[in-house]
């Protein structure tokens, strides 16, 4: 067959951008429900007497266990299965039961509820980048979806702004209710009028079967910038989302904030600075030179070192204005590395894997996240005030061991780009 009758790849859908607007928004849900709970740590663990160990694995345990363990699973279904079904039950269930977080009146309920909402949010990532990526030829997906991660700051928003100032009228139990409601609405929305694609269309491949998952791992652990990539990825989540985790309460304590206060503060940062992050890395990828993966592994592991820096700083200074400066100098960071991953891995990987690859990154990252940072951070802060007798000081001192795990994460990063070029050759 000659080169001029070689079958070409289809043209981009019409419907695209369309997709991609709705996608961010169930991923801005995905993100609130689940940020929700970090800005209300403090009301929570007063009300149910709760050490912060204890009120570490209510708000981040209780989410990420039954998140990491289903996800794989849910992603190996969305590599076979119809993708927008998954998503759209998975939306309807994780805010159903994010707004049953509103009616709980016991830590066991409020446990048996963070369980549910986990096991609903595992299915919305995985598909929706998997269905992004067939939406948007190769060398577009990093651009695609650094727009998409525009979610997590509109997410973050809603769960710092808008659910600080709904627990501050109500209680922060309705903050949960007003989080949680709409997103049934948006399920529906998405099962009536986004179309499934059908796989691997952007890459010239006729049918893509979805692969067994030990082909998957197998495929994965071949490809040196993809292990990279997933590490990196998940250190810089443990590292950012950490920190942010507990910033809210950290700022209630240590600076004397108001839950509200620190909700709006916070909640300004998210949508300002971290939509300007995004866009900025989302502007940066749409240049031609942003075609070469190599230059984007290396820009990511250079954005990541500067923003270490402020993150650092920020819980170290005590004046509140200087703290204030320099998370507004963080903060944009914490997006920053988002998208670009994301689009790598799907580059990295055939189209048969791409949903499974992406459950293997929220896998690790939400472990580090979810499971080890609010965790370990808690358990810091209570050995930091019982031993040294640091009181409301203690938890600066476990966020600031913390925050130079960034530099690990851009080591990752850096050297994902050695071999990027050669497996996203072997991939496709």
Known sequence: MTLASAPQPPAAPRDRW?????????????????????????????????????????????????????????????????????????????????????LTHSYLQLLLARFGVGIGEAGGTPPSTSILADKFPPARRPMALTIFALGACLGAWLGSSVAGEAAERGGWRLAFLVLGVPGLALALLVWLTVREPRRGQLDGIAHAHGA?????????????????????????????????????????????????????????????????????AGGLMALRRAADPRFV?????????????????????????????????????????????LGLLQNVVPASMRATTCALLLFAANIANLLLAPQIIGWLSDWFGAAFGAGDESLRWALLLLAPTGLWAAWHLWRSGATIRADEARAT
Not at 26 to 42: G, H, K, P
Not at 43 to 52: G, Q
Not at 302 to 322: E, K, N, Q
């Open 18 to 102: 369309y997709v991609l607007a709705l996608l961010t928004l169930v991923y801005a849900l995905n993100i609130a429900d689940r940020f929700s709970i970090s800005t209300l740590i403090e009301p929570i663990r007063k009300e149910l007497h709760l050490s912060d160990g204890g009120v570490g694995f209510l708000t981040g345990g209780a989410l990420g266990l039954f998140y990491v363990t289903v996800g794989i699973w849910v992603a190996v279904m969305a590599d076979r299965v119809n993708r927008r079904n998954i998503l759209a039950v998975s939306l309807a269930v994780w805010s159903g039961i994010t707004a049953l977080c509103g």
């Open 212 to 280: 067994p998952l030990t082909d998957t791992l197998r495929f994965v652990a071949g490809q040196r910038s993809a292990v990279h990539l997933l590490i990196g990825g998940s250190v810089a989540t443990f590292w950012s989302w950490g920190l942010m985790w507990w910033t809210p309460t950290f700022l209630q304590r240590s600076h004397h904030m108001t839950l509200a206060q620190a909700g709006d503060l916070l909640g300004t940062m998210h949508l300002y600075a971290g939509t300007a992050g995004t866009l900025v």
């Open 297 to 341: 592994a290396r820009l990511l592991a250079a954005v990541v070192v500067l923003t270490t820096i402020p993150s650092l700083l920020a819980y170290w200074v005590v004046p509140l204005r200087s703290a204030i400066v320099l998370l507004w100098l963080f903060v944009p960071g914490v997006y920053f590395y988002i998208g670009p991953i």
